[in-house]
C-alpha cells in the first residue's frame, strides 16, 4: 500500500460523503471517522515499521521535466502532524454527526470538512515543494467554504474571504520563496533541498526566500499582525473551529517553519524575525484573550498566543526549545480541540456563548464540565497534566537560551499568568458560581458531543503520565527531524526542585492573584483597550480591500472603455508589434522564393477570394460583407482539400456555415448600418489592416524557410500510430499528444459560451428593470 | 420560419448529422472526423432545427440541456487525464485497452469529452442569440 492511499481515498469519498449523508443521516459522522481513524493507525504503523531514523520517499511523476513530483516524505515530523490531523479528525466527524445535524446542508459540511482533512493531510505528507504548495492552497480555500458555511450571514462571508485573502496573499508569497529555493538548490524535492544547507544560506536569495517563507508562514499561523482573521474565523460552525484551530489550517504555518528549519534555521536573521514576531504574537494574544466574553472569542486568542510561542520556540532554534515546540504542540492541540468542541456544546444545549449569561454548568453538565476542567489545567500548565511538561520545557528553553534573553522569560511569564487567570476565569464563570441566565434550560449533551472532548482531554492525562511509548516512537523521530540530528528525549512529569519548577509556581500564583482579583482588573483593562486600541487591524485590512478594487476599477474602467474597435485596434497594433520586431530580428530574410507551379483551378479560387473581400471591405450592406466573407472562408477550405488537408477542410466548412448563420442572426440586434467613422479614422483602420496582414503574410512565408525543429513532423509521423494508436496524425496529435492544449481550448470555448449566455442575460435584466 | 419544407427537412436532417456525427467521431482516430469535427455536424443538426421551428421545441427534444452538456464533456476530457496519473506518469499520458479487438483508451474519452463541449459551447451560443422570447433558463 502507497503512502497517498488515505489521502487519495478521502479526498475520493469527500465527492460522495453528501450521497453518504442522504442514505445515513444519522450514522453520517461515525461512518466517515473510520477513513481517518484506520489512516491513524496505517501511518503509525508505517513510521514504526521504518525504524525510528529512517525516511520513507515516495515518488511519481506529475510533470517530470519541470522537477514537479507526486513525492511523499514520512519522517517524524509528517508523522506527527498526520497523527494529529487524523485523530482529531475522527474526533471531530464523530462530534459533527451530531452537532451539525439540525443544519440544513450538512450533507456539504462532511465534504468539506473531508476535503480540508485531506489537504492538510496532504500538505504534511508532501516530499515535493510544489505539491505541498498546492495542498496548502487546498487548505485555504477548503477552510474558505467551512469558515463561510452559514453564508447567509454577512459575518460568516466576510469572515470567510478575509481569510481566504490573507492566507493567499501568504500562500503566493510562499510559492515565490518556493521558486527561489529551486533557483538556489535545483530541486524542487524535499529530500534534495534539505541536503543544501551550505548553499542556500550563502546564496544571495537567501533573505529574500527567509522573508517570503516568512510571510507565508505568519499569514497561515495568523501571527501578529495578520492574527486578525483568526478570532473572525470563529463564524463558521464549531466543529470547524476546533478542527482549524488544533491540528490543521494555522498549524499548517509552523509545520512549514518546522521543516525547512534544518537548512533555513540556525541564522541571525532567522532567530531575530522569528522571536520578535513569536513573542509579540504570544504576549497580544494572551492579553486579549483576558477581555473576551465570548467564550470561542476568548479559546481564539489563547489559540494566537500559542502560535506565538511555538513561532518564538523555533525561533529560539536550540535543541531544548525545538523539543519545547513539539510538546506544546501536542499539548495545545489536545486542550484547544477539545476545548472548542465543548464551547460548542455549550453553545448548543444553553443556546449562548457568553461568559456573563453561562454559570453553573457542573450541575446539569457533569461529563462535559470533567472534560473542560481537564482541558483548561491543561492550558493553565498545571500538573498532572501534560500541559505542565509543555510549559516546563518552554522556561526550561528559554531559560537556556545562549545569551540569556531575559525579556523573552519575562515575557513569556507574563503570557503565561493570562493564561492561568483566563483558564480559572473560564471555568469559574461556566461551570460553577450561579445558575447563568441561559435562552435555554442547560441539559448534559449526548455521547457524540462529549466523546471527542473527553477522550482529547483523557490523552492530556495519559501522555504526561505515561509518555514512553510517545516519546521515543513520535516527539523523538520529530524532534530528530527538525534539528537533523538523532535525538533522544525521554519526557518526565517531575523535574525536581529548580529554577524552572520555581518559575512555575511563581506564575500559577500571579495566575491566581489576578483570577481572585478579576472583578477590579479585567474591567480596567477593558477601560484601556477602549482608550487606546482605537486601531482595528480587521477594519483596516477591509479598508485596504476596497480602496485596492477602488483602483482597479477605475484602471479597468480605463482600459476597457466599452468601445469594441478600440479593443481589436489594441490587439492588432500590440500583436504586430511584436511579431515584426521578432521577424526582423530573426536569423535571415530571403526574399526570393520559389513558388512552384501553381495549379489554375487554385490560382482561380484565390482570385475569387481577393474578390470577395475587397467586396467586404467596400461594400455598404451587412448582408454583403458577411456573404463574401463567407466566400474567402469556403475558399480557403477548398484549398485545404486540395492540399489533402480533409480535417481541417471539413472543420473549415462546419465553421464557415455556423459563423455566417451566426452573424446573419446576430445582425436582427444590431443597429442600422451607417457610416460613422471620419475619413481620417478609416485610412487609419486601413493601415493598421495592412500593417497586420502583412505581418501574416511575411510570418507564412518565413515560417516555411525557418526550420528551428526539423524532428518534430517526422516525430509525430513516426509515433502517431505506435505511441498513439491511431492513424490519423491530426486527431492523435489532438487528443494525445497535444491532449493538454485541447484542453486549454475547450475551457476557453467554454467560458466563450458562457460569456455569450450571460452578456444576454444581462440585457433581460435591463428590461425588466425599466418595466418596474 | 414557417416553411413546410424546412420543417420536414430538418426533422430528417438532424437525426442524420447526429448519426453521421458519431460515425465522424467513431473513426477520428485513424480516417479524417474527431471530435471537433463531429461536435459541429451533431450541433448543425440541432441548429437547423432550431432555425426551421423554434428554441423551445428543440430544447424540449434534447433531454440533456446545452449547459449541461459542456460541463460533462469538460469532466469527461479532464476525467480521460488521470488514467495516466494512476499509473504513475504524468496527466493525460494515454493509457490503452483492448475490447473484443476493438481498442479503447484513455484519448478516446478525451474525444467523446472534446465532441460534448463543442455540441454544449455552440447551442449555448445559439439558444443564447437566437431566443427571442428571452424565456430558456
Redesign the interface.
Given at each position: 500500500m502507497e503512502l497517498y492511499y488515505p489521502i487519495a481515498i478521502i479526498f475520493l469519498v469527500s465527492f460522495l460523503a453528501p450521497l453518504i449523508e442522504k442514505r445515513f443521516p444519522a450514522g453520517a459522522g461515525w461512518i466517515l471517522s473510520i477513513l481517518p481513524a484506520m489512516s491513524f493507525f496505517y501511518y503509525l504503523y508505517r513510521a514504526i515499521e521504518a525504524g525510528t531514523e529512517s525516511v520513507v520517499l515516495e515518488s511519481f511523476g506529475w510533470m517530470p521535466a519541470l522537477g514537479i513530483n507526486f513525492s511523499f516524505y514520512l519522517d517524524g515530523l509528517s508523522l506527527l502532524f498526520l497523527l494529529l490531523v487524523t485523530a482529531i479528525g475522527t474526533l471531530i466527524l464523530i462530534y459533527s454527526g451530531y452537532y451539525m445535524s439540525g443544519y440544513a446542508l450538512k450533507d456539504r459540511f462532511y465534504m468539506y470538512l473531508m476535503f480540508f482533512m485531506a489537504s492538510m493531510m496532504g500538505l504534511v505528507l508532501s516530499g515535493n515543494l510544489i505539491t505541498l504548495f498546492v495542498f496548502w492552497e487546498l487548505t485555504s480555500v477548503s477552510s474558505f467554504l467551512l469558515i463561510g458555511f452559514f453564508h447567509e450571514k454577512e459575518t460568516s462571508r466576510s469572515a470567510a474571504l478575509q481569510s481566504l485573502l490573507i492566507t493567499v496573499m501568504g500562500g503566493l508569497a510562499l510559492l515565490a520563496g518556493i521558486v527561489l529555493i529551486h533557483q538556489v538548490t535545483g530541486s524542487f524535492e524535499i529530500a534534495e533541498v534539505l541536503t543544501q544547507r551550505e548553499a542556500l544560506q550563502s546564496s544571495p536569495f537567501y533573505f529574500a526566500i527567509l522573508l517570503l517563507l516568512f510571510a507565508g508562514a505568519f499569514t497561515k499561523s495568523a501571527q501578529f499582525p495578520f492574527h486578525f482573521w483568526l478570532p473572525n474565523a470563529m463564524a463558521g460552525p464549531s466543529p470547524v473551529s476546533a478542527f482549524l484551530h488544533s491540528a490543521t489550517m494555522v498549524k499548517a504555518g509552523i509545520y512549514i517553519l518546522m521543516r525547512l528549519a534544518p537548512v533555513m534555521g540556525g541564522t541571525i536573521e532567522w532567530k531575530t524575525g522569528l522571536t520578535i514576531f513569536g513573542v509579540t504574537t504570544m504576549f497580544v494574544g494572551a492579553y486579549f484573550s483576558l477581555t473576551q466574553t465570548d467564550l470561542k472569542k476568548i479559546l481564539a486568542y489563547t489559540t494566537i498566543s500559542a502560535l506565538g510561542t511555538l513561532v518564538l520556540l523555533v525561533g529560539i532554534d536550540t535543541k531544548e526549545s525545538i523539543t519545547a515546540a513539539i510538546i506544546f504542540l501536542v499539548v495545545h492541540s489536545l486542550y484547544k480541540g477539545s476545548l472548542f468542541m465543548l464551547a460548542g456544546s455549550i453553545d448548543k444545549k444553553t443556546g449562548t456563548r457568553d461568559l456573563n449569561k453561562l454559570g453553573g454548568l457542573s450541575k446539569t453538565m457533569p461529563f462535559t464540565t470533567i472534560a473542560a476542567l481537564v482541558a483548561l489545567f491543561s492550558m493553565a500548565g498545571l500538573p498532572p497534566f501534560i500541559g505542565f511538561i509543555g510549559k516546563e520545557l518552554i522556561y526550561e528553553a528559554k531559560v537556556a537560551i545562549p545569551g540569556t534573553a531575559n525579556f523573552l522569560l519575562f515575557m513569556g511569564i507574563v503570557s503565561n499568568i493570562f493564561m492561568v487567570a483566563i483558564s480559572g476565569i473560564f471555568a469559574w464563570r461556566v461551570f460553577f458560581g450561579k445558575p447563568g441566565n441561559t435562552p435555554i434550560q442547560p441539559k448534559e449533551t449526548p455521547l457524540r458531543l462529549w466523546l471527542g472532548p473527553a477522550v482529547l482531554a483523557a490523552l492530556s492525562l495519559v501522555l504526561a503520565l505515561f509518555p514512553a511509548f510517545f516519546a521515543s516512537n513520535v516527539v523523538s523521530p520529530a524532534i530528530s527531524a527538525v534539528r537533523a540530528t538523532d535525538i533522544q528525549i525521554k519526557i518526565k512529569l517531575w523535574h525536581g526542585f529548580n529554577l524552572v519548577l520555581l518559575l512555575s509556581l511563581v506564575t500559577v500564583m500571579f495566575g491566581v492573584l489576578l483570577f481572585v482579583f478579576r472583578d477590579r482588573v479585567i474591567p480596567f483593562l477593558r477601560k484601556i483597550n477602549s482608550r487606546m486600541v482605537k486601531f482595528s487591524f480587521s477594519a483596516e485590512f477591509s479598508k485596504l480591500i476596497e480602496g485596492f478594487l477602488f483602483i482597479t476599477k477605475k484602471k479597468t474602467n480605463f482600459i476597457q472603455g466599452g468601445i469594441q474597435r478600440f479593443y481589436l485596434m489594441v490587439i492588432f497594433i500590440v500583436t504586430s508589434a511584436f511579431v515584426w520586431y521578432q521577424l526582423i530580428n530573426t536569423q535571415f530574410w530571403n526574399i526570393s522564393y520559389d513558388f512552384g507551379p501553381i495549379p489554375y483551378y487554385v490560382l482561380g479560387i484565390v482570385v475569387l477570394m481577393i474578390a470577395a473581400s475587397l467586396l467586404a471591405v467596400l461594400t455598404s450592406s451587412r448582408i454583403t460583407a458577411i456573404v463574401s466573407m463567407g466566400v474567402v472562408g469556403w475558399g480557403i477550405a477548398i484549398i485545404f482539400a486540395f492540399y489533402g488537408a480533409v480535417d481541417l477542410a471539413i472543420t473549415q466548412i462546419m465553421v464557415e456555415m455556423l459563423v455566417v448563420v451566426l452573424f446573419v442572426m446576430v445582425i436582427y440586434h444590431l443597429p442600422v448600418f451607417k457610416n460613422f467613422s471620419s475619413k481620417a479614422s478609416r485610412i487609419r483602420d486601413g493601415i493598421i489592416a495592412l500593417i497586420f496582414g502583412g505581418f501574416m503574410t511575411a510570418l507564412t512565408l518565413k515560417g516555411d524557410q525557418l526550420d528551428l525543429y526539423p524532428n518534430i513532423s517526422e516525430y509525430y509521423n513516426e509515433n502517431s500510430l505506435v505511441l498513439g494508436q491511431g492513424r490519423n496524425i491530426v486527431n492523435v496529435i489532438l487528443v494525445d499528444f497535444r491532449a493538454l492544449d485541447t484542453i486549454g481550448e475547450i475551457f476557453v470555448l467554454t467560458i466563450a459560451a458562457v460569456g455569450v449566455f450571460s452578456l444576454m442575460r444581462l440585457k433581460i435584466n435591463k428590461s425588466k428593470k425599466q418595466v418596474k | 420560419m414557417n416553411s413546410q419544407i424546412l420543417h420536414i427537412a430538418a426533422r430528417i436532417i438532424k437525426p442524420l448529422f447526429v448519426l453521421t456525427s458519431l460515425v465522424v467521431l467513431y473513426r477520428?482516430?485513424?480516417?479524417?472526423?474527431?471530435?471537433?469535427?463531429g461536435g459541429?455536424?451533431a450541433?448543425?443538426g440541432y441548429?437547423f432545427y432550431m432555425?426551421a421551428y423554434d428554441v423551445k421545441s428543440t430544447l424540449k427534444k434534447m433531454w440533456i440541456k446545452p449547459?449541461e452538456l459542456?460541463a460533462w464533456?469538460?469532466l469527461m476530457?479532464?476525467a480521460s487525464?488521470f488514467a495516466g496519473?494512476f499509473h504513475?506518469?504524468?496527466?493525460?499520458t494515454?493509457r490503452?485497452i483492448s475490447v473484443f479487438g476493438i481498442?479503447l483508451?484513455s484519448?478516446t474519452l478525451?474525444?467523446v469529452?472534446?465532441y460534448l463541449?463543442?455540441i454544449?459551447?455552440?447551442l449555448?451560443?445559439?439558444v443564447?442569440?437566437?431566443d427571442k422570447e428571452?424565456k430558456w433558463d
Open positions: - | 477520428g482516430h485513424n480516417m479524417p472526423g474527431g471530435g471537433f469535427i459541429l455536424l450541433a448543425s441548429i432555425l449547459f459542456m464533456g469538460l476530457a479532464f487525464g496519473l504513475a506518469t504524468p496527466f493525460l494515454g490503452w481498442k483508451g484519448p478525451f474525444d469529452g472534446v463541449t463543442v454544449g459551447v455552440l449555448t451560443i445559439m443564447a442569440i437566437l428571452k
